[in-house]
């Protein structure tokens, strides 16, 4: 039987948020395995690069150029029966680097059970019936804006940006600040669908306005933004600062001129990420990134509601009303990743501090583990697991085995591991690090209990 490590070729996407030419960490990891005769061009904008089987740009095994979708249903063993039967022989996940350059769509993915509705009503702007939750983690300082903000914050903003104000109008603005003043934090049943209400009719009210309304209150927001400086929207506010929220401002506007992004932006959420910290987006959570490269696996699905930032389809319609309205400090959408506990290190690995560390989103599609191999010789030798493994290199050189096999890893290399292969990684460099998005149905996705 075939070892089942198959080295893959991954296509990456070309949109205009991309980071340019080699800038682009998605282009350099697609030419490390290039297809075809693809070569990086300096003035071309590359955005993602996808590894797994979703048909829209679907890997393939470098040494026979069947797609992984043929070969997983070809042979279940590699994902495993259970895995491939619960997820119609397709990968459950999918895995992504994203290279951001400037602002994505502001957006939200549907459930699973919206997702089927939107698909079938309109196949062409919802091209498959999943839903989408996913997961971010920095490899460069990246920022986004992410989730709702604590209402408390969006009273502020209503009543220190003047031009928000006059948008959404008086009436809506009062009736948001009436309706939570006194338990923006409670925990009560009731005050939270309350709450949810007002912050829906709110921000509903935003996203219906008329395109002119909301271009000339841009202009008068920007003024503001250039003007005003440290004294930005009532000083910032909680969470952020008036200078950086007046930069924001300014920068967001320079790449879409009048978008009603600029004013989303008092709603949701501004958060950085250092490299290795990461968030997770529930399905039905709004969000927007903003720049940085990431690492990005989601649910195998390639859904989008958009509603600003973005010269594609707009569905405000379907946004406003599919929102769950959930509202958090940002704190709270951070994940807090832990050592992953089946793995060895020799020890090379072990006395030059190397680590893996896992982060683990409460669903069961993925979880993902961080390797970073921190001398010539350090070891990491991963139990076997369940289920199918993705293993991408983004810094370093080194060898990848299953059994017999031995593989090289370089920068870009990109890996499928068949269920139950006990895995081993090894760094031929002092700075080896790479990610591998696994899904295991039978409890080694977390901790040892």
Not at 275 to 282: D, H, R, S
Not at 415 to 433: K, P
């Amino acid at each position: 039987m075939q070892v089942p490590l198959i080295r893959l070729q991954c296509g990456v996407n070309s949109y205009d948020w991309g980071k340019v030419g080699k800038a682009s960490a998605a282009a350099k990891f697609a030419a490390a395995t290039p297809s075809g005769d693809f070569s990086i061009q300096e003035d071309k904008p590359y955005a993602e690069l996808w590894m797994g089987t979703h048909p829209s740009l679907p890997s393939k095994d470098l040494e026979t150029q069947r797609t992984l979708l043929d070969l997983v249903q070809d042979n279940q063993a590699l994902m495993s029966t259970e895995i491939s039967e619960r997820y119609g022989g397709k990968l459950p996940f999918l895995f992504k680097v994203l290279s951001i350059r400037k602002a994505l769509s502001i957006q939200a993915h549907p459930n699973k059970k919206l997702a089927e509705e939107l698909h079938r009503k309109d196949p062409k702007n919802y091209p498959d019936d999943n839903h989408k939750p996913e997961m971010t983690i920095a490899i460069t300082p990246f920022d986004g804006l992410c989730g709702f903000r604590p209402l408390a914050e969006i009273s502020h903003y209503l009543s220190a940006v003047p031009s928000l104000r006059k948008l959404i109008g008086d009436t809506a603005a009062e009736d948001f600040e009436k309706a939570v003043k006194g338990h923006e934090t409670s925990d009560d049943v009731q005050d939270l669908e309350k709450n949810k209400k007002a912050l829906q009719a709110a921000f509903s009210a935003l996203m219906k306005c008329e395109k002119s309304d909301v271009s000339a209150a841009a202009k008068d927001l920007v003024a503001a933004a250039k003007e005003e400086g440290e004294s930005f929207a009532g000083n910032g506010g909680p969470s952020n600062g008036g200078q950086e929220l007046a930069d924001l401002v300014v920068r967001l506007n320079s790449q879409f001129e009048g978008d009603i992004g600029l004013f989303v932006l008092f709603f949701l959420n501004y958060v950085k990420l250092e490299i290795g910290e990461a968030m997770f987006l529930k399905a039905d959570d709004i969000h927007a990134y903003l720049s940085g490269d990431i690492m990005e696996c989601m649910a195998s699905s390639d859904n989008v509601v958009r509603a600003g930032f973005t010269p594609k389809f707009q569905d405000i319609p379907t946004l406003t009303t599919m929102l769950t309205y959930s509202y958090a400090p940002i704190s709270e959408q951070k994940m807090n990743p832990v050592d992953y506990p089946y793995v060895t290190l020799n020890s090379t690995a072990y006395s030059s501090a190397s680590s893996t560390i896992l982060y683990d989103p409460p669903i069961e599609e993925f979880s993902v583990v961080k390797i970073d191999l921190k001398k010539e010789g350090a070891k990491a030798t991963f139990e076997a697991i369940e289920g199918p493994s993705i293993v991408i290199c983004t810094k370093g050189q080194g060898k990848i085995s299953v059994g017999p096999k031995v593989e090289e890893m370089k920068e870009g290399f990109v890996y499928f591991v068949g269920a139950t292969a006990e895995l081993v990684l090894e760094s031929s460099s002092d700075e080896f690090t790479a990610f591998k998005a696994f899904c295991d149905l039978t409890g080694k996705e977390g901790p040892k209990s």
